[in-house]
């Protein structure tokens, strides 16, 4: 793989990813909010290896820009073999029970932006008959909980969202990976106390590397997510519904 658009770059988790594909010298198309952060990624990834670095800006708020994005990153590469998806935001759930407004950003942040960069990245690569979509979902779109039902809702909108898409695009030859990460220690958790489950970005950006490369389905990470969520899914709803979570 040497020509990868990255899309929410500047998060902990994609910049673990990217730095993976700096060491291997791929060619980069990096995206976020923020210019500044843009630019002080692509010097980290320049030094570790990257053969070139591209920016672009976006906002995930603004859906109607996400198009132009990819037809710039696509001009400007040439060529797209994997895109990675990572932006994301985690919404004050209490603030979005009192007003809709709150959820419906984090609706738009957390799905309807990824839909629409998913659209586009799976036409093209339908076209091209090969190469790799990853999105970052999260375990939290696996059950709806009264403590993050709101992000966990647009997550799991997302991983159904991926799923159709991969069954869409396998015969095609294009793979489509739906990461679940548990907890990361990363900026958008930092108001949360940490406990022994809290995996680091470094860890979990390693494995999203290695999942794109290897085109995997869905990968829980750290990998005991996997067992935690199959018993989570599994507890009766007559019981669940009791629990406070
Ligand atoms: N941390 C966890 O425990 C956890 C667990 C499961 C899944 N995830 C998912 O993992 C992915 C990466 O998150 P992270 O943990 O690495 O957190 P992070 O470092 O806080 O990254 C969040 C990223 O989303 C970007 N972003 C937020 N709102 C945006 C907007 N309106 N427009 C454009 N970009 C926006 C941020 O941009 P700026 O850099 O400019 O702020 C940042 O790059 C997300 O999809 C998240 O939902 C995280």
């Not at 990853?134 to 992000?151: C, H, K, L, M, P």
């Not at 991983?159 to 739906?178: D, E, I, K, M």
């Amino acid at each position: 793989m040497k020509k990868i658009v990255i899309i929410g770059a500047t998060s902990a988790v994609a910049t673990e990813t990217a730095r993976c594909f700096a060491l291997e010298g791929a060619e980069l198309f990096i995206a976020g909010r923020s210019q500044e952060k843009l630019e002080r990624l692509a010097d980290d990834l320049r030094v570790r290896g990257a053969a070139v670095v591209h920016t672009g800006l976006f906002n995930a708020r603004d859906l109607a820009s996400h198009d132009q994005l990819l037809e710039s990153a696509y001009h400007t590469l040439g060529e797209i073999d994997a895109a990675l998806i990572a932006h994301g935001d985690l919404p004050d759930q209490t603030e979005c029970q009192h007003s809709w407004i709150g959820t419906e950003q984090a609706l738009a942040t957390n799905f309807l932006s990824p839909v629409a960069f998913l659209t586009w990245l799976a036409n093209y690569f339908e076209k091209r008959g090969t190469g790799n979509i990853t999105a970052i979902s999260s375990v939290a779109g696996d059950r709806g909980r009264q403590s993050n039902y709101i992000y966990g809702s647009a997550k799991g909108a997302l991983s159904v969202f991926l799923q159709g898409l991969r069954n869409r695009l396998a015969p095609r030859g294009v793979s489509v990976t739906t990461i679940k990460p548990g907890f990361i220690d990363t900026p958008m958790t930092a108001d949360i106390k940490k406990g022994p489950l809290f995996a680091s970005a470094e860890l979990v950006g390693t494995r999203v590397h290695k999942a794109m490369k290897r085109g995997d389905s869905v990968v829980y990470t750290p990998f005991f997510w996997r067992f935690i969520m199959l018993i989570i899914i599994h507890i009766p709803e007559f019981i669940f519904k009791r629990l406070k979570l």
